[in-house]
C-alpha cells in the first residue's frame, strides 16, 4: 500500500475515534502520524524493510505496528472493525459538507440519525435545529450539502479513476479469453469528471472474464452479472461495467460505448442517411433494426467504422457532437497534441512556499521524467497562507536556482530550472509585485487566491488587468473551480480570452486534476483567438509530475494540436516566445 493510501487511513481511524467518543488524545495521535506520513517521500515498503519507522516523528511504537500492517498486508484489522462498530451511513455523512466528525457524532447519539436520507429529514422536520450546536444557519449549509452531494457526489475526478482503471484494462489484457480489450466512456472521452468506469472485451468465452471481473479484490458489491454483461462497485465508490462482444462486434460496441450519447446519435444519423442502420452490434446493410450477422458491413477497427460513414477517424476526445463531424466530413480534424510532446511545465512549486520538495528533488524529478525545463514558480507574499515569497526571498532563490543549474549544466545535462512565481492578483487587479521586479523574473504565472466573492465585472476586470501587464506571460486557472468541491467565482471567460488574444498573453490548462481550468470547452474558442494554451501541473509534490499526462489528455478534448500548447517548445524556443511579450508591449 502507498504512502497516502496509509496516510488517509490513518485519518479515517481518527475521525472514527472521535465520532466514538474516544480519548482526544489517541485521535491525535492517528491525526499527527496521518500528518506525518502524508510528507514522508521516500516508500515506507523501503523504510520498513530498513527498520527505520522509528525515525518518523510522532510515530509510536503501536503505530508502527500498524503503519507496517497496512504497508504490507495492504489492510489493518483493527481499521475494519472500527468501520464495522459503525453504521456504514455515517461515513457518508461526513461526506457532506458542514459535517464534521462531532457533528456527526452529536447527530447519531442525540437523535439516533444512521443515514444522509436521516440527515435530510431532520432538516426538514425541525429536529435538527433544535440540536445544540445546529442552528437555522448550519441547517441550512447542511441541506445545500446534502444537495451538492448528489449533484456531484456519484463522480470522480480523473486522477482517481485513470490509474484504477488501466489497472482492470491490464488484467483484462493478460486474461487467457480476451481477444481484444479497451476503456470506453467519459474517461476514454478525457471527460474532466467521470461518473462510472466502462470496459469492453471481444472473448469467444466470455464466462471467465465476467467471473474474472467480478471477483477483483477490489470489488465491494456485484450489482448485475449476466452472460455478456457485468456491473461492480468498487472501493472508493466507483461503478464499474464490462461488455462482453464477439470480435467482429467489437468496433461497434467499442464505439457505441464510447459515446458521447449526442456523438452517438449524430453517427446512427450518418448511417441512415447513407442506407445503413448502426447499433452496438454493427453497421448493417439494412433500412430497419437488425443484428443479422449477414447483413454487417466488415470493420475490423473503429477506423473502418468512420471511413464506411464517410468520415475522417474521430479521436474518442473529440467525440461530443461539438463539430467534429463538420471537420471529419472534411478532412479537416486536428492532430492532437500528444503526451510525448511535452517538453516541462512552467507552473510549479518547491518547499520554499506550499511545496513539498526542495528544489534540488524538483529538478531530479523532472529531469527524470526526461522533462528539459521546470519552471519554479512558488507563491508571491500576499499568499501568506501558502508561505509566500516576498522580493527578499524571492531574489534568495534565484541564486539557489542558478546553483542547481550549475551543477546541471556542469554535468552535461541539458535540463534547467526556471526561475518564476506565481504571483497574486490582488483585489483591485493590481499584481503582488511592482513591473521592475517582475521583469527580473523568466517566468511570471498570475492567479488570483482570494477575493472570491467580486462581481462578474470585478473579476473580469481583474484578469484583464493582469493579462494586459507586459510581464505577466500566463493566466493561472482562471475562474478557481475546485472541481465536484468548488464552484468558478463569477467570471466572464471569453472576454478574459478576448483580453489575452490581444496582449499575447497565454492561458493555462492547470492539469490538477482539481482544476482542469480552463475549461476544454473554451480551448476551441481561444485558439480560433489565437490564444496559446500552457498545460501546467501546479506540483506540490513530485507525484504530480504525472497530472502533466492527464492535463494532456483534457487538451486534446479542446482540440488543441503541438502548435497550440506553448510547453511544447525546445527551451530556446520558449526563451524566444517568453520575450515576445515583454519587447513588444
Ligand atoms: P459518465 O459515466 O456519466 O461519466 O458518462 P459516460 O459517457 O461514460 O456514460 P455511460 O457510462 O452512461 O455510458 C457509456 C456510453 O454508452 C455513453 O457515452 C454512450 C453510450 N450510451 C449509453 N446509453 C446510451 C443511450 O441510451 N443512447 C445512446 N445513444 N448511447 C448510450
Ligand atoms: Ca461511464
Ligand atoms: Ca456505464
Ligand atoms: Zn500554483
Redesign the pocket.
Known sequence: MENEAVAEILAEIGVLLEIKGENPFKIRAYVNAARAIENVIEPLEFIIRDNRLGEIKGLGSALQEKVTTLVTEGSLPYHEELKASLPAGLIDMLAIPGMGPKKVKAVYEQLKLETVEDLEAACQDGSLEKLSGFGAKTVQRVLEGIAFHRNFGD?HRLDVVYHLANEILEGLGRHPNVLRCDI??????W?E??????FVVASRHGGPVLDWFVAQPNVISVLAKGDTKASVNLEGGIQA?LRVVSDAEFPFALA??????E???GM?QRAIERGLRLNEYGLFRSKTETRDPELRVPCKTEFDIFQALDLQYIPPELREDRGEFEAAEKIALPSLVEWTNMKGSLHNHSDWSDGKQTLEEVAAAACGLGFSYWAITDHSKSSFVANGLDEKRLLKQFVAIEEVNQRYEEAGTRFRLLTGSEVDILSGGRLDFPDEFLAQLEIVVASIHQGFAGSEEEMTKRLIQAAENKYVHILGHITGRLLLERDSYKINQRAVIDACAATGTWIELNASPYRMDMDWRLWHYAKDKGVKCVINTDAHRFEHCSYLRLGVGVARKGWLTRHDVVNTLTLRQLRKALDWKRSKL
Do not use: E, M, P
Not at 470506453?184 to 472521452?189: C, D, E, I, K, Y
Not at 469528471?193 to 466502462?198: A, K, P, Q, R, S
Open positions: 463522480r470506453a466512456g467519459s474517461l476514454r472521452r471527460k469528471t467521470v461518473g462510472d468506469l466502462d461495467d457505441y460505448f464510447t459515446g458521447s450519447k456523438h452517438n446519435i446512427r
